[in-house]
């Protein structure tokens, strides 16, 4: 029994210093990432939190839980409220992460992407955001193919919200209420006989598009030509940019369009994450 027990015993110390070196293998600081996990359960509260609450989400004990709250709070990034002395987020917290808001640069941060997307779909990529004046999709960046046969637009061109896979992205993520009215101020302009002028088409095609996660331009602003597309979006989870895949029928055929969608939906989620966004 003794033999086993300090066998045991060996076995535990063993196992906490394969611990520590993982730890330290991965250049993390110990209460660093503590304090900082911390400070990512206070946020998901949205609001305020007890101690014990933390503690438990962190699988600390509530006095080691207590003194990384200290130490942030001294620093600003979190403080105690109310009678309870709950914890929430403090002012510091907010103008650390403010700064990250202030750097970001869209077309800087997404054109690398749009090109990695271009080389791998072999089709033209493009950036669209929305203009609320005339609710239309712009075109602000744009990776063309190496195709002699190929979709060119130019930058700040304007595609109509109904008839292109930008602006169904766009629409996609309206509510109903919303969508009825823009639909009814804009109208539905048929540009080619596969364009979608029925509202209640439209409509339909919205709700697909909500469920596959990509817009599809069936060459429904200009013949010949297909295009697939969802929205990147904010830290507010709005829809604030649109990014496309667009080429001609000959190459986007049927069996290619849902392999082009799982890339452009892929893009999207990269871009948004690395833009601060929450949708995705």
């Not at 620093?75 to 403090?90: A, E, H, K, S």
């Not at 209640?200 to 295009?227: I, M, P, S, V, W």
């Not at 082009?260 to 939906?265: E, N, Q, R």
Request: glycine share 8%.
């Amino acid at each position: 029994m003794v033999t086993s027990s300090a066998t045991a015993a060996k076995r535990t110390k063993k196992g906490k210093g394969t611990t520590a070196s993982a730890s330290t293998a991965t250049g993390q600081v110990q209460s660093l990432t503590r304090g900082l996990k911390l400070l990512e359960y206070i946020a998901e509260a949205q609001g305020s939190v007890a101690l014990t609450d933390l503690a438990q989400q962190a699988g600390l004990p509530n006095s080691t839980t207590h003194r990384l709250l200290t130490t942030m709070q001294q620093q600003g990034f979190v403080r105690q409220v109310g009678d309870l002395g709950l914890w929430t987020i403090g002012s510091h917290a907010f103008v650390v992460g403010s700064s990250f808001l202030q750097s970001r640069n869209l077309l800087a941060m997404v054109h690398p992407m749009l090109r990695r997307l271009m080389e791998e779909s072999g089709e033209t990529v493009n950036l669209a955001v929305l203009d609320h004046s005339d609710y239309q999709a712009i075109i602000i960046d744009q990776v063309q193919c190496n195709a002699l046969m190929r979709m060119s637009a130019p930058i700040g061109g304007k595609l109509p919200m109904h008839a292109s896979g930008a602006g169904k992205a766009f629409l996609s993520t309206l509510p109903e209420e919303r969508l009825v009215k823009l639909l009814h101020k804009i109208g539905l302009h048929s540009y080619t006989p596969m364009t979608r002028s029925s509202p209640a088409n439209l409509k339909q095609e919205l709700a697909e598009t909500r469920k596959r996660g990509y817009a599809f331009d069936d060459e429904e602003h200009a013949l010949g030509l297909r295009c697939v597309a969802t929205c990147i979006y904010d830290e507010h989870n709005d829809a604030y940019a649109a990014i496309s895949i667009s080429g001609p029928v000959s190459r986007i055929t049927d069996d290619r369009v849902t392999e082009l969608g799982a890339l452009v939906i892929h893009a999207a989620k990269e871009i948004t994450q690395a833009y601060g966004g929450g949708k995705h």
